[in-house]
Protein backbone atom coordinates (compact mmCIF):
# COMPACT_ATOMS: atom_id res chain seq x y z
CA UNK A 1 0.00 0.00 0.00
CA UNK A 2 1.22 3.51 -0.91
CA UNK A 3 0.01 6.66 -0.18
CA UNK A 4 0.25 10.07 -1.87
CA UNK A 5 -1.07 13.05 -0.17
CA UNK A 6 -0.98 15.50 -3.04
CA UNK A 7 -2.88 17.74 -0.96
CA UNK A 8 -4.89 18.04 2.29
CA UNK A 9 -7.68 16.90 0.86
CA UNK A 10 -10.87 17.52 -1.35
CA UNK A 11 -12.97 20.87 -0.24
CA UNK A 12 -16.46 20.18 -0.08
CA UNK A 13 -18.94 22.53 -1.57
CA UNK A 14 -22.32 22.90 0.50
CA UNK A 15 -24.54 25.60 -0.25
CA UNK A 16 -23.74 27.32 3.25
CA UNK A 17 -20.70 26.04 4.53
CA UNK A 18 -20.34 28.81 6.78
CA UNK A 19 -22.49 29.73 9.84
CA UNK A 20 -22.50 31.71 13.03
CA UNK A 21 -19.31 31.56 14.65
CA UNK A 22 -16.12 32.19 12.69
CA UNK A 23 -14.91 28.72 13.39
CA UNK A 24 -17.54 26.60 12.77
CA UNK A 25 -18.35 24.80 9.36
CA UNK A 26 -21.88 23.03 8.34
CA UNK A 27 -20.88 19.57 6.91
CA UNK A 28 -24.40 18.88 4.66
CA UNK A 29 -23.13 15.33 3.02
CA UNK A 30 -25.62 13.88 5.09
CA UNK A 31 -28.39 13.93 7.14
CA UNK A 32 -26.93 14.49 10.30
CA UNK A 33 -25.84 18.10 9.07
CA UNK A 34 -22.56 18.30 11.79
CA UNK A 35 -21.42 21.75 12.83
CA UNK A 36 -17.50 21.08 12.98
CA UNK A 37 -15.59 23.63 14.70
CA UNK A 38 -11.84 24.31 13.79
CA UNK A 39 -9.11 21.63 13.79
CA UNK A 40 -12.26 18.95 14.80
CA UNK A 41 -13.90 16.69 12.45
CA UNK A 42 -17.29 15.47 12.00
CA UNK A 43 -19.24 12.50 13.79
CA UNK A 44 -18.41 10.34 10.86
CA UNK A 45 -14.52 11.58 11.02
CA UNK A 46 -15.02 11.40 6.69
CA UNK A 47 -15.03 15.18 7.23
CA UNK A 48 -13.34 18.00 8.99
CA UNK A 49 -12.95 21.40 9.53
CA UNK A 50 -9.41 22.80 8.13
CA UNK A 51 -9.12 26.63 8.25
CA UNK A 52 -12.28 26.95 7.58
CA UNK A 53 -13.16 24.80 5.16
CA UNK A 54 -14.98 21.81 4.98
CA UNK A 55 -12.67 18.70 4.08
CA UNK A 56 -12.23 15.44 3.02
CA UNK A 57 -9.95 13.30 6.28
CA UNK A 58 -9.88 10.45 3.93
CA UNK A 59 -7.76 9.59 0.63
CA UNK A 60 -9.08 8.82 -2.26
CA UNK A 61 -7.93 5.15 -3.29
CA UNK A 62 -6.89 4.05 -6.52
CA UNK A 63 -6.47 0.65 -7.35
CA UNK A 64 -4.34 -0.53 -10.62
CA UNK A 65 -3.59 -3.58 -12.30
CA UNK A 66 0.05 -4.56 -13.51
CA UNK A 67 0.71 -3.94 -17.12
CA UNK A 68 2.81 -5.91 -19.73
CA UNK A 69 6.20 -3.58 -20.65
CA UNK A 70 7.74 -4.09 -24.46
CA UNK A 71 9.46 -7.33 -23.52
CA UNK A 72 6.20 -8.86 -22.10
CA UNK A 73 7.21 -8.93 -18.57
CA UNK A 74 4.62 -7.95 -16.29
CA UNK A 75 5.45 -4.82 -14.38
CA UNK A 76 3.20 -4.37 -11.32
CA UNK A 77 1.67 -1.31 -9.88
CA UNK A 78 3.26 -0.83 -7.11
CA UNK A 79 6.85 -2.36 -6.17
CA UNK A 80 7.77 -3.53 -3.14
CA UNK A 81 9.92 -0.36 -1.21
CA UNK A 82 8.66 1.67 -4.07
CA UNK A 83 6.06 4.60 -4.15
CA UNK A 84 3.82 5.69 -6.87
CA UNK A 85 4.97 7.78 -9.23
CA UNK A 86 1.19 9.99 -9.42
CA UNK A 87 1.00 9.99 -13.06
CA UNK A 88 -2.55 8.62 -14.49
CA UNK A 89 -3.21 8.76 -17.93
CA UNK A 90 -6.87 7.90 -19.55
CA UNK A 91 -5.85 4.22 -20.08
CA UNK A 92 -4.22 4.01 -17.43
CA UNK A 93 -5.31 0.46 -15.98
CA UNK A 94 -6.32 2.03 -12.64
CA UNK A 95 -9.57 1.45 -10.98
CA UNK A 96 -11.14 4.52 -8.79
CA UNK A 97 -13.05 3.15 -5.74
CA UNK A 98 -15.55 4.25 -3.77
CA UNK A 99 -12.47 4.40 -0.33
CA UNK A 100 -12.62 8.02 0.98
CA UNK A 101 -14.77 9.04 -2.02
CA UNK A 102 -17.27 10.92 0.58
CA UNK A 103 -20.96 10.95 -0.16
CA UNK A 104 -23.58 13.12 -1.39
CA UNK A 105 -26.25 11.54 0.70
CA UNK A 106 -29.15 12.30 0.31
CA UNK A 107 -27.95 12.54 -3.29
CA UNK A 108 -29.71 15.54 -4.38
CA UNK A 109 -25.99 16.31 -6.50
CA UNK A 110 -24.09 14.28 -8.59
CA UNK A 111 -21.95 11.74 -6.95
CA UNK A 112 -18.54 13.27 -5.14
CA UNK A 113 -16.48 11.50 -8.28
CA UNK A 114 -17.69 10.70 -12.07
CA UNK A 115 -14.66 9.73 -13.81
CA UNK A 116 -14.04 9.24 -17.22
CA UNK A 117 -10.82 6.62 -18.53
CA UNK A 118 -10.33 4.80 -21.38
CA UNK A 119 -10.00 0.75 -21.32
CA UNK A 120 -9.08 -1.58 -24.54
CA UNK A 121 -10.54 1.40 -27.18
CA UNK A 122 -13.54 1.81 -25.12
CA UNK A 123 -14.60 5.39 -23.15
CA UNK A 124 -15.55 4.35 -19.77
CA UNK A 125 -17.65 6.20 -16.91
CA UNK A 126 -17.05 5.07 -12.96
CA UNK A 127 -19.29 6.55 -10.78
CA UNK A 128 -18.44 6.43 -7.46
CA UNK A 129 -19.06 7.27 -3.89
CA UNK A 130 -19.96 5.99 -0.32
CA UNK A 131 -22.95 5.15 -0.02
CA UNK A 132 -24.82 5.77 3.65
CA UNK A 133 -26.65 2.07 4.53
CA UNK A 134 -29.47 1.14 7.19
CA UNK A 135 -30.82 -0.69 4.58
CA UNK A 136 -27.74 -3.26 5.58
CA UNK A 137 -27.01 -6.57 6.86
CA UNK A 138 -24.26 -9.09 7.67
CA UNK A 139 -24.51 -12.89 7.21
CA UNK A 140 -22.37 -14.76 8.70
CA UNK A 141 -21.18 -18.15 7.74
CA UNK A 142 -19.34 -19.62 10.69
CA UNK A 143 -17.48 -23.14 9.57
CA UNK A 144 -18.54 -26.00 12.52
CA UNK A 145 -20.61 -28.89 13.48
CA UNK A 146 -20.99 -27.46 17.43
CA UNK A 147 -24.72 -26.04 18.15
CA UNK A 148 -24.19 -22.40 18.97
CA UNK A 149 -27.96 -22.05 19.26
CA UNK A 150 -31.36 -23.03 18.38
CA UNK A 151 -32.44 -21.45 15.16
CA UNK A 152 -34.49 -17.82 15.58
CA UNK A 153 -32.78 -17.40 18.98
CA UNK A 154 -31.27 -13.69 19.13
CA UNK A 155 -27.58 -12.72 18.87
CA UNK A 156 -25.85 -10.40 21.55
CA UNK A 157 -23.33 -8.38 21.42
CA UNK A 158 -22.38 -6.47 24.44
CA UNK A 159 -25.99 -7.38 26.06
CA UNK A 160 -27.90 -6.12 22.94
CA UNK A 161 -29.58 -8.09 20.57
CA UNK A 162 -27.83 -7.03 17.22
CA UNK A 163 -29.36 -10.18 14.97
CA UNK A 164 -30.34 -14.02 14.84
CA UNK A 165 -29.14 -17.53 14.24
CA UNK A 166 -30.68 -18.58 11.16
CA UNK A 167 -31.09 -21.98 9.23
CA UNK A 168 -27.95 -24.09 9.08
CA UNK A 169 -25.95 -24.82 5.80
CA UNK A 170 -23.95 -27.98 5.67
CA UNK A 171 -21.02 -28.05 7.88
CA UNK A 172 -21.85 -24.52 8.70
CA UNK A 173 -23.50 -22.71 11.61
CA UNK A 174 -25.15 -19.44 10.34
CA UNK A 175 -26.07 -16.00 11.46
CA UNK A 176 -28.27 -13.06 10.39
CA UNK A 177 -26.76 -9.72 11.60
CA UNK A 178 -28.13 -6.17 11.81
CA UNK A 179 -31.29 -4.76 9.57
CA UNK A 180 -33.07 -1.90 9.93
CA UNK A 181 -34.83 -2.74 12.90
CA UNK A 182 -32.14 -3.43 15.03
CA UNK A 183 -30.46 -0.15 13.75
CA UNK A 184 -33.34 2.49 14.06
CA UNK A 185 -35.94 -0.10 15.69
CA UNK A 186 -35.44 -0.49 18.90
CA UNK A 187 -33.54 1.66 21.62
CA UNK A 188 -30.34 3.67 20.93
CA UNK A 189 -27.72 1.75 22.55
CA UNK A 190 -29.55 -1.19 20.64
CA UNK A 191 -28.79 0.98 17.74
CA UNK A 192 -25.44 1.97 17.95
CA UNK A 193 -23.84 -1.57 19.37
CA UNK A 194 -25.47 -3.35 16.39
CA UNK A 195 -24.07 -0.26 13.90
CA UNK A 196 -20.50 -0.51 16.28
CA UNK A 197 -20.77 -4.75 15.61
CA UNK A 198 -21.81 -4.92 11.83
CA UNK A 199 -18.39 -2.24 11.24
CA UNK A 200 -15.93 -4.18 13.10
CA UNK A 201 -17.08 -7.84 11.38
CA UNK A 202 -16.59 -6.07 7.72
CA UNK A 203 -13.69 -4.30 8.53
CA UNK A 204 -12.38 -7.75 9.14
CA UNK A 205 -11.71 -7.27 12.80
CA UNK A 206 -12.70 -9.96 15.62
CA UNK A 207 -16.21 -9.70 17.85
CA UNK A 208 -17.19 -11.49 20.59
CA UNK A 209 -21.14 -12.65 20.46
CA UNK A 210 -23.41 -14.71 22.38
CA UNK A 211 -26.03 -16.63 21.42
CA UNK A 212 -29.25 -16.55 23.29
CA UNK A 213 -29.63 -20.02 25.34
CA UNK A 214 -25.98 -20.97 23.52
CA UNK A 215 -22.39 -20.67 22.97
CA UNK A 216 -19.99 -17.83 23.08
CA UNK A 217 -18.57 -17.07 19.95
CA UNK A 218 -15.63 -14.90 18.35
CA UNK A 219 -16.37 -14.39 14.79
CA UNK A 220 -13.55 -12.77 12.82
CA UNK A 221 -13.53 -12.89 8.63
CA UNK A 222 -11.10 -14.98 7.46
CA UNK A 223 -10.15 -16.35 10.84
CA UNK A 224 -11.39 -19.70 12.83
CA UNK A 225 -14.02 -19.30 14.85
CA UNK A 226 -13.38 -19.56 18.34
CA UNK A 227 -16.70 -21.15 20.55
CA UNK A 228 -16.57 -21.08 23.83
CA UNK A 229 -12.73 -20.24 24.52
CA UNK A 230 -11.88 -23.16 21.87
CA UNK A 231 -10.52 -22.55 18.42
CA UNK A 232 -12.28 -24.47 15.92
CA UNK A 233 -9.84 -26.25 13.65
CA UNK A 234 -12.28 -28.10 10.47
CA UNK A 235 -15.03 -28.28 9.11
CA UNK A 236 -16.70 -31.67 8.72
CA UNK A 237 -16.41 -33.21 5.81
CA UNK A 238 -19.04 -34.31 5.35
CA UNK A 239 -22.97 -35.75 7.06
CA UNK A 240 -22.81 -39.76 8.52
CA UNK A 241 -24.28 -40.93 5.24
CA UNK A 242 -21.81 -38.93 3.07
CA UNK A 243 -18.93 -40.35 5.31
CA UNK A 244 -19.64 -43.62 4.84
CA UNK A 245 -20.45 -43.12 1.20
CA UNK A 246 -17.08 -41.91 0.94
CA UNK A 247 -14.80 -43.93 2.53
CA UNK A 248 -16.64 -47.48 3.01
CA UNK A 249 -14.10 -48.92 0.53
CA UNK A 250 -11.44 -48.22 2.60
CA UNK A 251 -12.97 -49.64 5.94
CA UNK A 252 -13.92 -53.10 3.89
CA UNK A 253 -11.86 -55.99 5.53
CA UNK A 254 -10.77 -53.89 8.73
CA UNK A 255 -14.24 -53.29 10.29
CA UNK A 256 -17.71 -55.11 10.51
CA UNK A 257 -19.48 -52.11 11.16
CA UNK A 258 -18.89 -48.44 11.20
CA UNK A 259 -20.58 -45.83 12.62
CA UNK A 260 -20.21 -42.25 11.69
CA UNK A 261 -21.81 -40.04 14.36
CA UNK A 262 -23.39 -36.64 13.45
CA UNK A 263 -26.03 -34.12 14.83
CA UNK A 264 -28.11 -34.40 11.26
CA UNK A 265 -27.46 -37.75 9.58
CA UNK A 266 -26.07 -40.34 11.77
CA UNK A 267 -24.93 -43.54 9.25
CA UNK A 268 -24.37 -47.21 9.52
CA UNK A 269 -21.88 -48.97 7.28
CA UNK A 270 -24.15 -52.13 7.23
CA UNK A 271 -27.46 -51.41 6.70
CA UNK A 272 -26.50 -48.81 4.23
CA UNK A 273 -26.10 -48.64 0.49
CA UNK A 274 -22.75 -48.48 0.61
CA UNK A 275 -22.45 -51.34 2.79
CA UNK A 276 -24.70 -53.33 0.37
CA UNK A 277 -23.13 -52.91 -2.33
CA UNK A 278 -19.96 -54.08 -0.50
CA UNK A 279 -21.89 -57.28 0.14
CA UNK A 280 -21.03 -56.83 3.82
CA UNK A 281 -23.40 -59.05 6.27
CA UNK A 282 -25.61 -57.19 8.84
CA UNK A 283 -23.99 -56.49 11.76
CA UNK A 284 -27.37 -56.11 14.39
CA UNK A 285 -26.38 -52.87 15.89
CA UNK A 286 -29.21 -50.56 15.99
CA UNK A 287 -28.59 -46.80 17.16
CA UNK A 288 -31.53 -44.34 18.60
CA UNK A 289 -32.78 -41.95 16.30
CA UNK A 290 -35.69 -42.22 13.85
CA UNK A 291 -34.88 -44.13 11.12
CA UNK A 292 -35.07 -42.32 7.31
CA UNK A 293 -33.71 -44.61 5.06
CA UNK A 294 -31.78 -47.71 5.32
CA UNK A 295 -28.58 -47.09 7.15
CA UNK A 296 -29.66 -43.11 7.61
CA UNK A 297 -31.01 -41.93 11.37
CA UNK A 298 -31.84 -38.71 11.83
CA UNK A 299 -31.95 -37.79 15.82
CA UNK A 300 -29.48 -39.46 17.66
CA UNK A 301 -28.98 -36.91 20.43
CA UNK A 302 -29.58 -33.59 21.04
CA UNK A 303 -27.29 -30.33 19.38
CA UNK A 304 -24.24 -29.99 21.14
CA UNK A 305 -20.63 -29.35 21.05
CA UNK A 306 -19.62 -33.19 21.37
CA UNK A 307 -19.72 -36.22 18.77
CA UNK A 308 -20.47 -34.44 15.55
CA UNK A 309 -22.05 -32.05 16.60
CA UNK A 310 -24.41 -33.57 19.09
CA UNK A 311 -24.29 -33.63 23.12
CA UNK A 312 -22.93 -36.78 23.24
CA UNK A 313 -19.46 -37.39 24.83
CA UNK A 314 -19.96 -41.44 25.50
CA UNK A 315 -20.31 -42.65 21.84
CA UNK A 316 -21.41 -45.83 22.70
CA UNK A 317 -24.27 -44.57 25.04
CA UNK A 318 -26.70 -44.30 21.48
CA UNK A 319 -26.16 -48.04 20.74
CA UNK A 320 -29.82 -48.87 21.53
CA UNK A 321 -29.53 -52.36 21.36
CA UNK A 322 -27.41 -55.02 19.75
CA UNK A 323 -29.16 -58.61 18.50
CA UNK A 324 -28.13 -61.65 19.75
CA UNK A 325 -29.45 -63.27 16.49
CA UNK A 326 -27.51 -61.34 14.10
CA UNK A 327 -24.37 -60.12 16.13
CA UNK A 328 -21.50 -62.08 16.94
CA UNK A 329 -18.40 -62.32 19.47
CA UNK A 330 -15.33 -60.62 17.84
CA UNK A 331 -17.18 -58.02 15.89
CA UNK A 332 -15.10 -55.28 15.23
CA UNK A 333 -16.62 -51.66 15.77
CA UNK A 334 -15.53 -48.32 14.55
CA UNK A 335 -17.35 -45.29 16.02
CA UNK A 336 -16.22 -41.51 14.60
CA UNK A 337 -17.12 -38.13 13.98
CA UNK A 338 -17.83 -36.51 10.80
CA UNK A 339 -14.19 -34.84 11.37
CA UNK A 340 -11.88 -37.45 12.89
CA UNK A 341 -11.48 -35.68 15.90
CA UNK A 342 -13.49 -38.23 17.81
CA UNK A 343 -13.28 -42.33 17.20
CA UNK A 344 -13.22 -45.58 19.39
CA UNK A 345 -12.49 -48.89 18.24
CA UNK A 346 -14.29 -51.62 20.09
CA UNK A 347 -14.87 -55.18 19.33
CA UNK A 348 -17.98 -57.57 20.53
CA UNK A 349 -16.68 -60.02 24.09
CA UNK A 350 -18.64 -63.38 24.86
CA UNK A 351 -21.52 -61.01 25.77
CA UNK A 352 -21.88 -59.09 23.43
CA UNK A 353 -21.03 -55.81 24.79
CA UNK A 354 -18.71 -53.40 22.81
CA UNK A 355 -14.72 -53.27 24.59
CA UNK A 356 -12.59 -50.38 23.50
CA UNK A 357 -9.51 -51.87 21.99
CA UNK A 358 -6.49 -50.24 20.39
CA UNK A 359 -7.04 -48.89 16.98
CA UNK A 360 -5.93 -51.16 14.39
CA UNK A 361 -3.26 -49.04 12.12
CA UNK A 362 -5.96 -49.70 8.75
CA UNK A 363 -8.94 -48.09 10.52
CA UNK A 364 -6.57 -45.38 12.13
CA UNK A 365 -5.24 -44.20 8.60
CA UNK A 366 -8.43 -44.14 7.57
CA UNK A 367 -9.64 -41.80 10.08
CA UNK A 368 -6.61 -39.55 9.92
CA UNK A 369 -7.84 -39.28 6.72
CA UNK A 370 -11.63 -37.75 7.65
CA UNK A 371 -9.11 -35.23 9.04
CA UNK A 372 -7.38 -34.73 6.11
CA UNK A 373 -10.60 -34.03 4.14
CA UNK A 374 -11.60 -31.48 6.53
CA UNK A 375 -11.02 -28.01 5.21
CA UNK A 376 -10.01 -25.36 7.43
CA UNK A 377 -12.92 -24.01 9.87
CA UNK A 378 -13.21 -20.31 8.97
CA UNK A 379 -15.42 -17.23 9.65
CA UNK A 380 -16.80 -15.84 6.26
CA UNK A 381 -18.87 -12.33 6.45
CA UNK A 382 -21.05 -11.18 3.77
CA UNK A 383 -22.46 -7.44 3.11
CA UNK A 384 -25.87 -6.99 2.24
CA UNK A 385 -27.00 -3.83 1.05
CA UNK A 386 -30.03 -2.25 -0.99
CA UNK A 387 -27.84 0.20 -3.28
CA UNK A 388 -31.47 2.31 -3.93
CA UNK A 389 -33.24 4.95 -3.00
CA UNK A 390 -31.41 8.52 -3.48
CA UNK A 391 -28.32 7.29 -4.29
CA UNK A 392 -29.02 6.91 -7.92
CA UNK A 393 -29.63 9.69 -8.16
CA UNK A 394 -26.26 10.85 -7.96
CA UNK A 395 -25.53 8.67 -11.12
CA UNK A 396 -28.46 10.06 -13.41
CA UNK A 397 -31.54 12.22 -13.30
CA UNK A 398 -33.38 9.24 -14.68
CA UNK A 399 -33.26 6.32 -10.78
CA UNK A 400 -34.80 3.58 -13.44
CA UNK A 401 -32.66 3.36 -15.67
CA UNK A 402 -29.82 2.49 -13.79
CA UNK A 403 -31.64 0.11 -12.01
CA UNK A 404 -31.95 -1.36 -15.70
CA UNK A 405 -28.51 -0.90 -16.66
CA UNK A 406 -27.22 -3.07 -13.69
CA UNK A 407 -30.16 -5.65 -14.48
CA UNK A 408 -29.29 -6.15 -18.31
CA UNK A 409 -25.27 -6.22 -16.83
CA UNK A 410 -24.14 -3.02 -18.82
CA UNK A 411 -23.57 -1.74 -15.69
CA UNK A 412 -21.24 -3.59 -13.14
CA UNK A 413 -21.82 -2.63 -9.62
CA UNK A 414 -18.50 -3.30 -7.24
CA UNK A 415 -17.81 -2.03 -3.93
CA UNK A 416 -14.30 -1.11 -3.02
CA UNK A 417 -13.69 -2.75 -6.49
CA UNK A 418 -14.75 -6.18 -5.42
CA UNK A 419 -17.28 -7.80 -7.29
CA UNK A 420 -21.07 -8.03 -5.54
CA UNK A 421 -23.94 -10.35 -6.48
CA UNK A 422 -26.86 -8.74 -7.20
CA UNK A 423 -30.08 -10.17 -5.47
CA UNK A 424 -32.90 -11.69 -8.16
CA UNK A 425 -36.07 -9.62 -8.06
CA UNK A 426 -36.37 -6.03 -7.50
CA UNK A 427 -34.19 -2.99 -6.27
CA UNK A 428 -30.25 -2.89 -6.37
CA UNK A 429 -29.71 -5.24 -3.86
CA UNK A 430 -25.96 -6.64 -3.58
CA UNK A 431 -23.92 -9.38 -1.30
CA UNK A 432 -20.13 -8.85 -0.96
CA UNK A 433 -17.68 -11.01 0.49
CA UNK A 434 -15.45 -8.38 2.87
CA UNK A 435 -12.43 -10.47 2.17
CA UNK A 436 -12.04 -9.60 -1.53
CA UNK A 437 -12.19 -5.78 -0.32
CA UNK A 438 -9.10 -3.70 1.14
CA UNK A 439 -8.55 -3.21 4.26
CA UNK A 440 -10.69 -0.94 6.28
CA UNK A 441 -13.11 -0.05 3.51
CA UNK A 442 -16.39 0.54 5.39
CA UNK A 443 -16.63 3.39 8.20
CA UNK A 444 -20.03 4.69 9.78
CA UNK A 445 -22.58 7.91 10.96
CA UNK A 446 -24.33 8.07 14.02
CA UNK A 447 -27.58 7.91 12.47
CA UNK A 448 -26.66 4.85 12.96
CA UNK A 449 -25.87 3.14 9.32
CA UNK A 450 -22.76 1.90 7.97
CA UNK A 451 -21.07 3.55 5.07
CA UNK A 452 -19.74 1.84 2.27
CA UNK A 453 -17.80 2.06 -0.74
CA UNK A 454 -19.43 1.92 -3.90
CA UNK A 455 -19.11 2.22 -7.70
CA UNK A 456 -21.19 2.06 -10.77
CA UNK A 457 -18.89 1.18 -13.79
CA UNK A 458 -20.48 1.05 -17.73
CA UNK A 459 -19.53 2.71 -21.12
CA UNK A 460 -19.69 6.61 -21.48
CA UNK A 461 -22.21 5.92 -24.33
CA UNK A 462 -24.50 3.77 -21.50
CA UNK A 463 -23.80 6.54 -19.17
CA UNK A 464 -25.29 9.13 -21.28
CA UNK A 465 -28.02 6.76 -22.67
CA UNK A 466 -29.39 6.51 -19.06
CA UNK A 467 -29.49 10.26 -18.17
CA UNK A 468 -26.46 10.26 -16.56
CA UNK A 469 -24.68 13.89 -15.49
CA UNK A 470 -22.38 13.86 -18.50
CA UNK A 471 -21.34 17.46 -17.14
CA UNK A 472 -19.72 16.26 -14.06
CA UNK A 473 -17.57 13.37 -15.70
CA UNK A 474 -13.73 14.72 -14.72
CA UNK A 475 -11.23 12.86 -16.94
CA UNK A 476 -9.29 10.41 -14.71
CA UNK A 477 -5.73 11.95 -15.17
CA UNK A 478 -7.31 15.24 -13.70
CA UNK A 479 -7.47 13.48 -10.15
CA UNK A 480 -3.39 14.10 -9.84
CA UNK A 481 -3.79 17.96 -10.24
CA UNK A 482 -3.67 18.84 -6.27
CA UNK A 483 -6.50 19.25 -5.50
CA UNK A 484 -7.26 15.19 -3.97
CA UNK A 485 -5.81 13.62 -1.76
CA UNK A 486 -5.07 9.84 -3.32
CA UNK A 487 -3.57 6.44 -1.98
CA UNK A 488 -2.36 3.97 -4.38
CA UNK A 489 -2.97 0.22 -3.96
CA UNK A 490 -2.79 -2.72 -6.19
CA UNK A 491 -5.29 -4.35 -7.66
CA UNK A 492 -5.96 -8.02 -5.84
CA UNK A 493 -5.32 -10.69 -7.68
CA UNK A 494 -8.45 -12.65 -7.10
CA UNK A 495 -10.47 -10.01 -8.23
CA UNK A 496 -11.91 -9.74 -11.78
CA UNK A 497 -11.43 -5.91 -13.65
CA UNK A 498 -14.26 -4.06 -13.07
CA UNK A 499 -13.97 -2.74 -17.00
CA UNK A 500 -14.32 -5.92 -18.67
CA UNK A 501 -11.89 -7.74 -20.72
CA UNK A 502 -8.93 -9.90 -19.42
Not at 301 to 325: F, M, N, R, V, Y
Not at 380 to 393: D, N, T, Y
Amino acid sequence: MTETRIAPAVEAAPPDPKEKGADIVRCDACPVLCRIREGRSGACDRYANEGGKLVRTDPLVLMGRSIENETGELVPFLKDGEGWSGKLTADAPVFVSGIGATTTYPDYKPAPFIVGSRWQGVDTVTVVTEGIFSYCSVKVKIDTDRHLGPEQASVLCDGEPVGHVTTAEYGSQMLSLGGVRHLTGGSKKEGVVTCATMLSLCNKEAVELEIDGGAKVVVQAGQAPIVDGEAEERMRVGCGSATIGIFAQQWHGHADEVIVVDDHITGVLSEHQAGAYLDMKPAGIRVRGRKSTPGRYFQVAEPGSGWGGTDITDPLSIIQKIDPKTAWPGLRLLMVSTTGEDAIYCELDGDLVPVPKVMPDPLQIVVDRIAENCEPALCSVAFVAGAGGSLRAGVTENPVRLTRSVRDALTRVTMGGAPCYLWPGGGITVMVDVMKMPDNSFGSVPTPALVAPLEFTMPRQDFARLGGHTGSIVPLEDLTDGRVALRAEAWPAGNPWPMGGA
